[in-house]
């Protein structure tokens, strides 16, 4: 039943009919979603922060191919800091740079960020560049380490699924660079990237390992209990202590898990996405986890 339900789901012209009930739509999205604006972003992580949690926003949308169009989102995230400062909130920022102008001009994608940079700073606060689709990983982490040379308050995602990712992880370590460590959502060549889910797990094992044992705090980004648990189980064979990493997951996702690691005192930080873009943040989660494909199921069952 679960399996042909998961088929039904993955049928993306029919997901696509079905979730063109924007009302629909937009209830499913409100779990994965803090909602459109700075404002709903800002009282979600209030929510986390009572509970214990810290988070890091992520204004929606990517691929951007004007130059007003970076623009806003440089904006955005200028706005985002300064809401996050304003209401002391324990939170910093992710961004991507092909929204802002990776694919007009490098040199403009690096000064727009800069500006975010530069205000975080400011603010005490840092700045995470996310990792994109393979055509991207060089120009990314070209701009990242051109900003690291210059500023302290900004890290970067590296991706387990790539064969290049612990070449790309030690040269980011000389530079004491803050690393979130994910499995990687993108679809990949083979030539380049692991295609079995036991080579990628396999390979984000090594890699943890890797950032466990540096001097610099980083994150462990996953909702696999196996990844989870061997984070825990090295970090107390090496007496890292817990205070030391923390873990990252997304808002909506498994928060029976982001709770259970909260009380086991584990820092535990929730990516908060926002904007006008949440209709295809949400097919991408849809497509990225079966028990999410559940999730929006019964809730158009319901509608």
């Known amino acids: 039943m679960i399996k042909s339900l998961i088929l039904y789901m993955s049928d993306q012209p029919r997901l696509q009919r ?11 999205a409100h779990r994965f979603v803090a909602g459109e604006k700075v404002r709903e972003a800002v009282e979600a992580v209030q929510v986390l922060n009572q509970k214990g949690f810290s988070a890091t926003l992520d204004y929606l949308g990517e691929m951007v191919t004007k130059p007003d169009e970076a623009s806003h989102a440089t904006q955005e995230y200028l706005a985002a800091l300064s809401q996050i400062h304003l209401h002391n909130l324990n939170s910093n920022v992710s961004l991507k740079l092909t929204q802002f102008g990776l ?9 727009n960020v800069e500006q975010v940079i530069k205000l975080a700073g400011d603010f005490n606060n840092f700045v995470r560049i996310d990792m994109e689709g393979s055509p991207c990983t060089d120009a990314t982490i070209r ?10 308050n900004v890290g970067i995602v590296f991706q387990a699924y790539l064969f290049r990712s612990e070449n790309d992880i030690q040269d980011a370590l000389a530079l004491h660079s803050r690393i979130r ?17 036991s080579a990628t797990d396999a390979n984000f094992v090594k890699l943890m390992k890797i950032l466990l044992k540096s001097s610099v705090y980083h994150g462990i980004a996953t909702h696999d209990p196996a990844m989870i ?26 928060r029976d898990l982001q ?19 949440w209709y295809s943040y949400l097919m991408r989660r849809m497509a990225e986890r079966p028990a999410n494909l559940l999730f929006v199921l019964r809730n158009l069952l319901r509608g």
């Open 18 to 28: 079905m979730a063109s009930n924007m009302e629909v739509s937009r209830r499913v």
């Open 103 to 111: 694919g007009i001009d490098e040199e403009l994608c690096r000064s």
């Open 181 to 197: 460590l994910c499995k990687g959502a993108y679809k990949e060549p083979p030539e380049i990237a692991f295609k079995k889910k």
């Open 229 to 254: 648990a061997a984070t825990k189980e090295f970090a107390q064979k090496e007496s890292i202590d817990k205070k030391h990493f923390e873990f990252q997951m997304l808002y909506g996702v498994r």
């Open 259 to 277: 709770e259970n690691l909260l009380k086991e005192g584990y820092p535990v930080r929730i990516y908060v996405p926002y904007g006008e873009e």
């Open 143 to 152: 701009i990242f380490t051109s900003l690291r040379r210059q500023y302290e």
